[in-house]
Structure formats: C-alpha cells, structure tokens
C-alpha cells in the first residue's frame, strides 16, 4: 500500500467530490468467463485478476487479456478531473497495466501506470517508484542537520557580469538563472554556463550525506543539471539531478515526470561506503544507483547547462540543509 506522510500536499483540495457506485462502472473481462472467476468485491475492495493465457474481453478483439473496472457517467473533453483510488499490487505480477485514462489522438490512451518488476512505471519509460521502497517516509530520520549559513552558500556565476544579474535572493527563496549564450564560470573554463550553489565547509570523503531543498523549475527550463553530487573517479559528478522537457532525471533517466512549475521537496543521499546514491522526491524514493567513486565530494545546486539545453533556464530554492549519519 502507498501511503503519504501527514505534511504532503492533498492533491484534491479544490476539487468537488463526484457519485461513485456501482451505477458508474462496469467490468471488462475475459469474454468466455463468469465475472467471479476474475472479479471480487469484498470489504470495500476490488480485486480483479487476469491470466497471460485468458481470451480478450470481447470476442475477436486483437487486444490482450484484462480484468478492468471501466468508470462509465464520467466520459469528458474539457475542465481538469482527477482519479483517486488506494491501489495494491501483489508481489510476481508482472508487465501489466494497473490504471489508464483513456482516449487520445494517435493512440488509444493519454496516460497508463504500469508495473514492471516491481516498479510503477508511466508506460515504460518513467520509474515512479522503486520496488525498494513504496511507502512515502522521511528520508532525513536518523540524520543530523549541519549548520548551513549563507557564507556556506558560494555563487558561480558567469565570469563576465555581476551576480545580480544571474543571481537573487528574497523572502528566502534563491533564484538562479542562465542563458545559453552565457559564458562559462571562470575564463579559459571549457564547460557550459551554470549559475549554482557550491556547498561549503561539508565537503565529505566517508559516511552517510544529504542534501535536502525545495525546488521550482518553470516550465520551458529544459537541458539542465540543477542538483549534483560533485566528486568521482572518472567523471566530475557521481549524481546529476536534471530537468529534460518538463521531467526530472538522474542523468538521462526519467524519475519525476511532469515536474515543471510546482515547488518539490528533493532530498539526494550519497552513501559512500556503500556506494549508492538516492534520490527522493516529496518523502518518495523514486532513484537509486550506484555512484562513481572518488574521494572527496559535495552538494551543488541551482542550473548548469547540459546538452539541448533551453535558451534560458531558471531554477528556485528554498529551506536548503545538509544532514549526515556516520
């Protein structure tokens, strides 16, 4: 069961409760068998099954075999709606999707949540949540918070104009801004513009470190690194955070789709002697990797231009601290 801390967001305040009942659905299922030998409702609970080796739910269908509660009553082309439902998949099933709005133009659905080896998937490509871990938690229990003040908090900014220009802080929150055409840190540097935080005076080589901020990138920022664990064996970092067309990656891998123009709590763990990095996002762990090696690191935040980047990028940060556990 996926469950949520007391502090995250209720993503139905401002939404109006609709009639649910039976009257509002029907079951799609294999179409040579009675609905009770793929379908139950008991305590309140849907449970629905289906076998790779069962029929179609229609006769003649090329589709494959599903046990599928459809909601009828409910069919719309406008305004903004929302599904909500607790969900619980067994362990050992498999290649199969648990949900999909349905209806779009050059395929059959607009969105399917799927599971793939233990993992909630957005069709294939998006891991949701990790098999390791799919109850919502605090991810700083067991850390101590380290003194972080704002001479801990280094600006890099293009070499050629004031900070101001790339850089402001107010009522808390750090705004952090490039453009393309910018140029790099420092002269002679041969890497892409960045404006960024540079985390100072926690520098590690040993142990158990996070970093933890909220984060806001505006739609349109999109090419760019805004967290990274700097510090490895064969290549700068041992994590990069990016934003690609909206979604939010652990280097090239989709974690986060959909993560433009909302603030996020993102909270990235280096565990160096095990040598795994994690990435969790509103208390859910949604990466976990090995890192790169290397033996002195720390935490950056803030946009660093990577490949196909947008002509500007923009990222903001709030409440930024830095735990550890030794």
Known sequence: MISCRADEVDTTL????LPFNTSYYHLHKPYDLPETQRYSFAGGVHRLWVYATDKPYRRGSPTKP????MISGYTYSSGIWQFEGQGYVPKGTNGVCIMQVFG???RATSLMLRVYNGSLMYYQRALLLSSSLLVMADPTEGFVALPLTASDMKVQWPYDLKKEERYSFENGVHTLRVFSTDKPLKIGSPTRPRTEI???GHDYSSGVWQFEGQAYVPSGTSGVCITQVFGASNQSTTLAV???GGNLTAYSTVIVPGISDRWFRLNVIHDVGAGKVFVHVDGALVYEGADHGGSSHYFKCGVYAQKDMSSYMESRWKEIQI????
Request: proline residues 0%; without cysteine; positive net charge.
């Open 242 to 244: 990016r934003v690609h």
């Open 14 to 17: 401002g939404f109006t409760d």
């Open 104 to 106: 779009a133009t050059r």
């Open 323 to 326: 735990f550890n556990k030794n």
């Open 198 to 200: 540079r985390i100072l």
């Open 66 to 69: 599903r046990t599928e509660l």
